[in-house]
């Protein structure tokens, strides 16, 4: 596995994490909880990091960077 499928599967990893956190948000009634806010505000900012991670990489072999 190279590096950009790393990265990539460490981003789908990290939206499966966003998901499921939404899913427990709604099914126990935590919407708004402050908690559960700092976790997906920690999961957004790591996904952010994680498409610029995947961009970066692509460019990287393909020669562009």
């Not at 919407?31 to 460019?59: C, F």
């Amino acid at each position: 596995m190279d590096d950009a499928d790393k990265v990539k599967l460490d981003h789908q990893r990290n939206k499966s994490e966003i998901v499921n956190l939404v899913k427990n948000m709604f099914a126990f009634d935590k919407w708004g909880d402050e908690e559960y806010k700092v976790k997906l505000q920690e999961l957004v900012a790591k996904d952010e990091q994680l498409v610029a991670d995947v961009i970066k990489k692509i460019k990287q072999e393909k020669g562009m960077e």
